[in-house]
C-alpha cells in the first residue's frame, strides 16, 4: 500500500533534488541526513525520500529531520509503500525521482554521508556536461574493508572512467557519488525494478553508455562510503554481474573485430570463451599466456560445444600471439578484462587489472 504524502507540496522547482531510498536504515539516517542539512550549496535543492516498506524507526526519523530541513529551506518530499515486502532499490529510486522537481539529481544512500561541499562541485561539473553522469572520489568505512576497490575507484584516470567499463567492480563512478541531469536521466531510462538480486546501477550504467553518455569525476573526497554485510550490493551475485559484463563485451567490443585472441589461457580465460555465444566463439583464435605448463596440451577443447567437430582453440606463448585481445586476469579476489588491440609487449597489468 502506498503510503500518504507521496505527492510534492506546491511551489517552485529545485536545482537540485537529492534522490534518497530508504530501506531499514535507522542506524544511519542522522548522520546521513545531517549531511544534507549541512551542505553548502547555495542554489536550490529539495531532499527527495522513497521509503521502501520500513519496519524500523526509519519513517520517524526522516519525519524529524524534515522538520529541521524545512527550517533551514531545503524541502522534503516523502513518498513511500508499507507492503510486507520492499519492492528493491531501483523500484525506490525511480519513485524518488518521480516525485521531485530537480533539474538535477544527486544520488545518495540512506547508509552514506556526503560531504559539505558534495552538491555544489558537482553541479558545477554537471552544468558543463548535461549528458554525463558525475561522480566523485571516496572515502570507505571502515576505511580497510575494501582496499583494492576502493583505490581503483579513486586512482582511475579520467580516459580510464570509459576504457575500464568491463573490468568486474561495474560502473567507473560508484552510483552513491552520481549526479547527472534530469533531463539525462529519463533520456537514457529508469532503473530495472527486478528487485533484490538485479544490479539495477550496472544495467543503467551500461544503458548510459550506449546512449553516448559521458563519465566524469570530481576528484576530491565527497562521500563517506560505507560497507557492511547488510548493503543491497551483496544480494547480487557474481554470476549474474559476469553475464551481463560478457554481453555488454560482446555488444560494444567484439563487432569491431574479425578475431582476436583470449590472454589468458587458465581457468578465467576458458570461463570466458564458454560464456560467449558461438558467433563470438568462432572469432577466437587463441588463448595465450606465459605459463609453461599451459602451453604443453598446445590447444584447449571445448567438451560441451555443440558443434561437430569440437572447436580446438590453439594455446600460444604470448609472444606468438595475434592481437587483438581479451585480457582476462584473476588478481586477488577480484577479476578484470580489457579489451585491446595493441601488441602484447604493451599491455602491462597495473595493481587494479588490465587496462583497456
Known amino acids: 500500500m502506498q503510503r500518504p504524502g507521496s505527492s510534492r507540496a506546491p511551489g517552485p522547482p529545485a536545482f537540485v533534488s537529492i534522490i534518497l531510498p530508504v530501506h531499514n536504515a535507522e542506524e544511519w539516517l542522522d548522520e546521513c541526513l545531517k549531511s544534507v542539512l549541512q551542505q553548502d550549496f547555495e542554489g536550490s535543492?529539495?531532499?527527495?525520500?522513497?521509503?521502501?516498506?520500513?519496519k524500523d524507526k526509519s519513517m520517524s526519523i526522516i519525519g524529524r529531520w524534515k522538520e529541521k530541513l524545512e527550517g533551514a529551506g531545503i524541502p522534503v518530499v516523502i513518498g513511500g509503500h508499507d507492503s510486507?515486502?520492499?519492492?528493491g532499490v531501483g523500484y525506490s529510486k525511480n519513485q524518488a525521482v518521480a516525485q521531485s522537481s530537480g533539474s538535477y539529481l544527486c544520488f545518495l544512500d540512506s547508509d552514506d554521508v556526503?560531504?559539505?561541499?558534495?552538491?555544489?562541485?558537482?553541479?558545477?561539473?554537471?552544468?558543463?556536461?548535461?549528458?554525463?553522469?558525475?561522480g566523485c572520489q571516496v572515502r570507505r568505512d571502515p576505511p580497510d574493508s575494501t582496499a583494492r576497490y576502493t583505490r581503483?575507484?579513486?586512482?582511475l584516470a579520467p580516459d580510464q572512467l570509459l576504457t575500464q567499463v568491463f573490468t568486474s567492480?561495474?560502473?567507473?563512478?560508484?552510483?552513491?557519488?552520481?549526479?547527472?541531469?534530469?533531463?539525462?536521466?529519463?533520456?537514457?531510462?529508469?532503473?530495472?525494478?527486478?528487485?533484490q538480486g538485479v544490479p539495477e546501477d550496472l544495467l543503467f550504467f551500461y544503458e548510459h553508455l550506449r546512449k553516448g553518455g559521458g563519465v566524469m569525476r570530481v576528484d576530491q573526497s565527497l562521500l563517506l562510503y560505507r560497507y557492511h554485510p547488510r548493503a543491497a550490493t551483496h544480494s547480487v551475485l557474481q554470476t549474474t554481474i559476469w553475464t551481463h559484463r560478457v554481453r555488454f563485451l560482446e555488444e560494444q567490443a567484439?563487432?569491431?573485430?574479425?578475431?582476436f585472441t583470449i590472454w589468458n589461457a587458465g581457468k578465467q580465460g576458458r570461463r570466458l570463451y564458454r560464456s560467449l555465444t558461438?558467433?563470438?566463439?568462432?572469432?577466437?583464435?587463441?588463448?595465450?599466456?606465459?605459463?609453461?605448463?599451459k602451453m604443453k596440451k598446445g590447444f584447449y577443447c571445448h567438451e560441451d560445444a555443440q558443434?561437430?567437430?569440437?572447436?580446438?582453440?590453439?594455446?600460444?606463448?604470448?609472444?606468438?600471439?595475434?592481437?587483438?585481445?581479451?585480457?582476462?586476469?584473476?588478481?586477488?579476489?577480484?577479476?578484470?578484462?580489457?579489451?585491446?588491440?595493441?601488441?602484447?609487449?604493451?599491455?602491462?597489468?597495473?595493481?587494479?587489472?588490465?587496462?583497456?
Open 254 to 259: 567484439l563487432p569491431q573485430w574479425a578475431t
Open 278 to 293: 558461438a558467433a563470438s566463439r568462432h572469432k577466437v583464435v587463441a588463448f595465450c599466456d606465459v605459463d609453461e605448463n
Open 152 to 155: 581503483w575507484i579513486n586512482q
Open 307 to 356: 558443434e561437430r567437430p569440437k572447436p580446438r582453440v590453439p594455446i600460444l606463448h604470448f609472444r606468438a600471439a595475434r592481437p587483438p585481445f581479451v585480457i582476462c586476469v584473476k588478481l586477488g579476489p577480484q577479476r578484470a578484462w580489457g579489451a585491446r588491440s595493441s601488441q602484447p609487449c604493451c599491455f602491462h597489468p597495473g595493481p587494479h587489472g588490465g587496462r583497456v
Open 169 to 195: 567492480h561495474g560502473p567507473t563512478v560508484v552510483m552513491p557519488t552520481w549526479f547527472c541531469a534530469r533531463a539525462w536521466f529519463y533520456h537514457v531510462g529508469l532503473f530495472d525494478e527486478g528487485g
Open 84 to 87: 510486507p515486502s520492499p519492492r
Open 45 to 54: 535543492m529539495e531532499l527527495s525520500v522513497f521509503d521502501d516498506a520500513s
Open 114 to 134: 556526503m560531504m559539505p561541499q558534495r552538491v555544489r562541485l558537482q553541479h558545477q561539473a554537471a552544468q558543463g556536461h548535461p549528458t554525463s553522469i558525475i
